[in-house]
Each structure stands twice: as structure tokens, then as C-alpha cells.
């Protein structure tokens, strides 16, 4: 049986990442025992979690070095975690830090690297399920290569709970590397109402519809501007966009100023991975619907019967008018 590693980073505060212990889940399911490794300023808490996570053993690298994400440092320690290992099969959260240093650390390791992946199954061997072209293509491969790093998609699997094991954690001293930059602080542009919001147990995406002519014969943006907000405010959900609804700047029409580019679902834009969606004012067509496809329930409101998504796309479809439907489940959220 080939050695597993679990590779991962502690947060600021010294805790781990949910995407961490996702990344755990999706080690185990290749069958044999998995030994954690995590790196970072504080290390304490995120090492005890799994411990009682149903590892093998817990192997940290800790200090004032690795407190900030930088390359050099990152890299230093994720390889040495893993030398120290052994490991043959290196399974890591895609986290911004992780993903930034992982292909350093395969070539450090005299590895491959494969990214994005959706599944880890053992038949016969451990192999990967990922998606290609633009995510219209499913793949399962595998590599003769040692050793094989994996970035797993955060959301692919469930997190890891505790066993109420209490593995060993040993520390591994990792000597940082020289470094010509130091981390000052943090400077941050002004940012509007936060509205991704990826633990979110809702995925409401808006469509161009809201920004077009309504009933009355006029487009009504400042209305839907004031519904939208109000829906993602009562029930928490993360806000999603079409391509053609973030595109309509360059258009010269009116955008919603609390959206951007960040917010677009769909072949071009980000695939998440809410437990329900609903879809308003938008078509539903195949480039858009591809990023919903971790969503597990669908449904959609649209004035067209024969949108997109009454096409086998949608679990439910409401034909009616968007304005009328989310004005009246923004009273009922407000009553209650």
C-alpha cells in the first residue's frame, strides 16, 4: 500500500481550513492509512483536529517563518513535510496558499502534479477524476509517477469529522530559507457588501432579465437592484451572476454596483457547490448551466417556458415574473 499524505496550511489563527479536512475525507477513500501534515505560524490547534481526525500521525513545521503565505517559506516546509513522509501520494486542499506552492513543491519532490481534482478512487491503484475543456469533459487518469500531488477542489467532498482518536503529532524542523521580503501588514481596497459567500447554504443567481424591460414597458434596475439585495440579506445565500449580466459594463448599461465579475456561475466563471440553487431572470443555457453542476438542487424563475432551463436543467421551474416571485418571498422572509 502506498504512503498517503494529507498536506496542508493553518490559518491566521492557527486553526485549519475546512477545505483541509475535505481533502482528508478525499484521502481516505483510497483505503489505506494517511498520515497528516500541516505547516504554518501556530500549528497547535490545526494539528490536535486531526489527530482526532483518524490519521496515522501528525507531522508539523511551525514558527515565525511560515506565519505569512510566501512562496520560499511555503514551499520549504510542504516539501520537507512531505520528505518527511515518505509520501508517495500527496493530497492537498486547493486552497489560494496550497495551489500557489504546490507544483514547486512536486518538482522539489521530483514529482507530478495534477490540479482541480473532483474524485480520488482506488481501482486496482489510486486514480483521479477531474474535468477538461472548459468543464464540458470528464476524465479518470492515473500516474505511474512518485511522488503524486493532488489538489483537491474544496466542495468536492465532505469535511472530515472526528474520530476521537488522539494520533501522535511529531515536529519536523524546517530550517527557512533565505527570504528578501518582508510582510509589513496588509492593504486592502474599499470593497461593497460582501456577497460570495461560499458556506452558504443558497446559490442565488441573477440573470441580464432584471436589468430589461419589465411589464410596464420600462427596465426597472434600481427595483431589482433593491430586491436582489434584500433576498441575499434575509436568507444568507451567496449571489451569482451570468456572463451577460456582469458583461452589460462594457455595453453601457446599467450594473449592479454590488457585483462584478467575481460573482459569474458558469463555463467561464466559478463552479460552486451550494447544497441548492435558484436561478432568476437568466436563460439556463449549457455555457451557464456547467457551473451548476455540483449543485444539487436546481431551481429557476423565468417568464419563458421554454428557457434553458425547463430543457432538463432545472429540478423546478416557476414560470412567472421574477419581480412579482422575489418580492413576495422577501415580505414572507421579513415577517418572519
Not at 482528508?24 to 494539528?47: E, I, P, Q, Y
Not at 458556506?199 to 433593491?226: I, M
Request: aromatic fraction near 6%.
Amino acid at each position: 500500500m502506498e504512503t498517503i499524505l494529507l498536506l496542508t496550511h493553518s490559518e491566521a489563527d492557527g486553526s485549519l481550513p475546512k477545505a483541509a479536512l475535505e481533502a482528508l475525507t478525499a484521502a481516505k477513500t483510497l483505503g489505506g492509512s494517511v498520515t497528516a501534515a500541516v505547516f504554518g505560524g501556530d500549528v497547535d490547534a490545526a494539528a490536535k483536529t486531526l489527530a482526532a481526525a483518524g490519521v496515522a500521525k501528525v507531522l508539523t513545521a511551525s514558527g515565525d517563518a511560515f506565519a505569512q503565505p510566501r512562496y520560499a517559506t511555503d514551499a520549504a516546509a510542504a516539501a520537507a513535510l512531505a520528505k518527511g513522509a515518505g509520501a508517495q501520494i500527496v493530497v492537498a486542499p486547493a486552497t489560494s496558499r496550497m495551489a500557489r506552492v504546490a507544483a514547486g513543491v512536486a518538482q522539489r519532490l521530483g514529482g507530478r502534479i495534477d490540479t482541480h481534482v473532483t474524485q480520488l478512487v482506488n481501482e486496482g491503484g489510486p486514480a483521479i477524476v477531474r474535468w477538461y475543456y472548459k468543464q464540458r469533459i470528464e476524465a479518470t487518469q492515473r500516474r505511474k509517477e512518485r511522488p503524486w500531488v493532488l489538489l483537491v477542489d474544496p466542495g468536492a467532498y465532505p469535511a472530515a469529522r472526528a474520530t476521537g482518536g488522539a494520533a501522535p503529532i511529531e515536529k519536523v524542523e524546517v530550517a527557512p530559507p533565505a527570504s528578501r521580503t518582508t510582510v509589513t501588514g496588509v492593504k486592502a481596497p474599499t470593497s461593497g457588501e460582501q456577497t460570495i459567500k461560499p458556506d452558504a447554504k443558497l446559490l442565488f443567481v441573477a440573470g441580464a432579465g432584471w436589468t430589461k424591460k419589465q411589464a410596464d414597458g420600462k427596465p426597472n434596475p434600481e427595483k431589482a437592484e433593491k430586491l436582489i439585495l434584500g433576498f441575499i440579506r434575509a436568507s444568507g445565500a451567496s449571489l451569482g451572476s451570468s456572463k451577460s449580466l456582469v458583461d452589460q459594463a462594457g455595453e453601457g448599461q446599467k450594473v449592479f454596483e454590488f457585483m462584478s465579475h467575481l460573482n459569474q456561475v458558469g463555463q467561464t466563471g466559478s463552479t460552486p457547490r451550494h447544497p441548492k440553487g435558484l436561478a432568476a431572470c437568466c436563460h439556463g443555457e449549457e455555457p451557464h448551466v456547467v457551473g451548476w453542476r455540483f449543485i444539487r438542487e436546481r431551481r429557476a424563475v423565468n417568464l419563458d417556458p421554454n428557457c434553458g432551463w425547463a430543457r432538463g436543467k432545472a429540478d423546478v421551474l416557476y414560470v412567472a415574473d421574477a419581480f412579482v416571485v422575489m418580492e413576495k418571498v422577501n415580505a414572507l422572509l421579513g415577517a418572519k
